[in-house]
C-alpha cells in the first residue's frame, strides 16, 4: 500500500509513474532523481538473490506496522536484510490509526540491534501512513539522502549486466525474465547468457508497458528472447556474438551436469573439528526454530555461555514456528546447520533441504539439543 500511495501521486503528480505494474520493480522520480523499487514477494527473495552472487538492493525499507510492532514474518525480514549487509531504513507504517504506537516500535527494534537515530543509533525511522500520506516525501528523501551517502554508482558504457528478480513463460511471448540492469546498457538485438542458457534480447519493455531500445543502469525491464526459462537470481551477461554466447552456454550446461554428480560440502555439526584443523571454519552458523519464543532465548542463551577457543557460535536467525523454505535457503546462502526444537519441518522445506544439502537436526529435549551443540564447539561430537 505505501508503493501504491507513491506511484499515484507521482502519477497525480503529472509524471508518468508505473501504475500498470507489469514487472514486479518500477521507477519513480523524486526531484529529477530516479527511485527503482523492487516490490519483494516476501523476504525470502533476498536470500535466494544472495545465494546465487546476484544482489540488486541497495537500501532495504522494512515496513513495520504501528499497531502491530515486530511480527515474527519482520524478524525473518530483518535477519535477511543484515545478512544481506544493507542500509535499513525503517518505514513505521498505520501512524493514523487508533492506538498506535510509534515508539513502542522503535524500543522494538533495539531489541534486533538496530538502534533508532531518535534514540543515539544509526537507523533512520520514519512515521508513515499509506492512506494520509503521512511522512510519504520525508521517506523518499532519506532514501535519496542515503543514495548519496552511499555514492552508488555504475558506469553505463561498460558490458551489461543485470539480474532476474522475476520469470515466467507468457503466452504468446515465450519466456520473459524482469530484470534490473546493474552495469552497461541492454539493447535490443544484443546476444546473451544467463545462468547456463544463452539467448539474444527480441524486445524490451519498461515499468508502463512500453517498447523500448534500451535500457540503462538501475532500470527494470521485461526482456524477451530467452531459449529456457532463466532462474530467479541468475545474472544476465551481454555477450559479444551469439557464437560465443551458445559456447558458454554449452560449457555451463556441461558444468551443471558434473555439479550434480559432486555436491558441495555445506556445513555439519559433527565435522567442525575437522573443519578446524584443516584451517577452515572458525564459526558454527545456526538457525533455530522453537515451538514457543521463550524456548529460543533460552537456548540462544544456554548456547552463548559455552566458552570454546577453537569453534564460535552464531546464530543468523532465531524465531518460533515450524521449519519453512525460506530457513533452508537462509541456511543455504549463509552456510548454516538449522536447528529444531519441539517443531515440525513443512513439506517444501523437507525438498529444498535435500536439494541445498543443508543439515536440519531436530530435538524434543532441550538439554539433547544444547549439548550436541557444546560438543559440536568443542569438537567432541562423534561424526555419524
Given at each position: 500500500s505505501l508503493l501504491d500511495y507513491v506511484r499515484k501521486s507521482r502519477v497525480v503528480a503529472g509524471e508518468a509513474g508505473g501504475i500498470t505494474q507489469h514487472i514486479g520493480a518500477y521507477r519513480v522520480e523524486h526531484d529529477g532523481k530516479p527511485i527503482t523499487f523492487i516490490d519483494t514477494p516476501g523476504h525470502a527473495i533476498f536470500t535466494e538473490m544472495r545465494a546465487r552472487g546476484a544482489d540488486v538492493t541497495d537500501i532495504v525499507v522494512l515496513v513495520v506496522a504501528a499497531d502491530d510492532g515486530i511480527m515474527p514474518q519482520t524478524k525473518?525480514?530483518?535477519?535477511?536484510?543484515?545478512?544481506?549487509?544493507?542500509t535499513i531504513i525503517v518505514a513505521v507504517n498505520k501512524c493514523?490509526?487508533?492506538?498506535?504506537?510509534?515508539?513502542?516500535v522503535k524500543t522494538q527494534l533495539m531489541e534486533h540491534d538496530l538502534m533508532p537515530v531518535d534514540l543515539g543509533g544509526t537507523v533512520e525511522t520514519v512515521d508513515v501512513s499509506a492512506i494520509t500520506g503521512q511522512g510519504m516525501e520525508e521517506l523518499i528523501e532519506l532514501m535519496a539522502l542515503q543514495?548519496?551517502?552511499?555514492e552508488l554508482k555504475a558506469n553505463p558504457d561498460a558490458n551489461a549486466r543485470a539480474a532476474v528478480i522475476e520469470a515466467k513463460v507468457q503466452p504468446g511471448k515465450g519466456p520473459t525474465a524482469t530484470v534490473i540492469v546493474?552495469?552497461?546498457t541492454l539493447r535490443v538485438g544484443t546476444?546473451?547468457?544467463c545462468g547456463p542458457f544463452a539467448g539474444k534480447v527480441k524486445s524490451l519493455f519498461n515499468d508502463r508497458g512500453e517498447q523500448i531500445k534500451e535500457a540503462g543502469p538501475a532500470t527494470p525491464v521485461e526482456v524477451l528472447g530467452f531459449d529456457e526459462l532463466p532462474i530467479v537470481g541468475d545474472e544476465?551477461?551481454?555477450m559479444e556474438n551469439e557464437r560465443a554466447a551458445k559456447k558458454l552456454s554449452d560449457e555451463r550446461q556441461e558444468e551443471k551436469r558434473r555439479e550434480r554428480l559432486v555436491q558441495p560440502k555445506k556445513s555439519r555439526m559433527e565435522d567442525m573439528l575437522a573443519l578446524?584443523?584443516?584451517g577452515q571454519k572458525t564459526e558454527l552458523r545456526l538457525i533455530l526454530k522453537c515451538d514457543v519464543q521463550g524456548s529460543v532465548g533460552a537456548i540462544q542463551g544456554a548456547v552463548a555461555e559455552v566458552q570454546s577457543d577453537k569453534v564460535e557460535a552464531k546464530f543468523i536467525h532465531a524465531g518460533a514456528g515450524s521449519i519453512s523454505e525460506s530457513d533452508i535457503l537462509l541456511a543455504s546462502s549463509s552456510d548454516a546447520v538449522v536447528l529444531g526444537f519441539n517443531v515440525k519441518v513443512e513439506g517444501n522445506a523437507v525438498k529444498a533441504a535435500k536439494r541445498e544439502g543443508v543439515q536440519v537436526k531436530l530435538y524434543s529435549i532441550v538439554y539433547e539439543l544444547i549439548d550436541q551443540v557444546k560438543e559440536a564447539l568443542l569438537g567432541l561430537l562423534e561424526p555419524e
Open positions: 525473518e525480514a530483518i535477519s535477511h536484510a543484515k545478512a544481506a549487509n544493507k493514523d490509526v487508533p492506538g498506535a504506537d510509534p515508539m513502542r543514495a548519496e551517502v552511499l546493474d552495469s552497461g546476444p546473451f547468457i544476465l551477461v551481454a578446524v584443523q584443516g
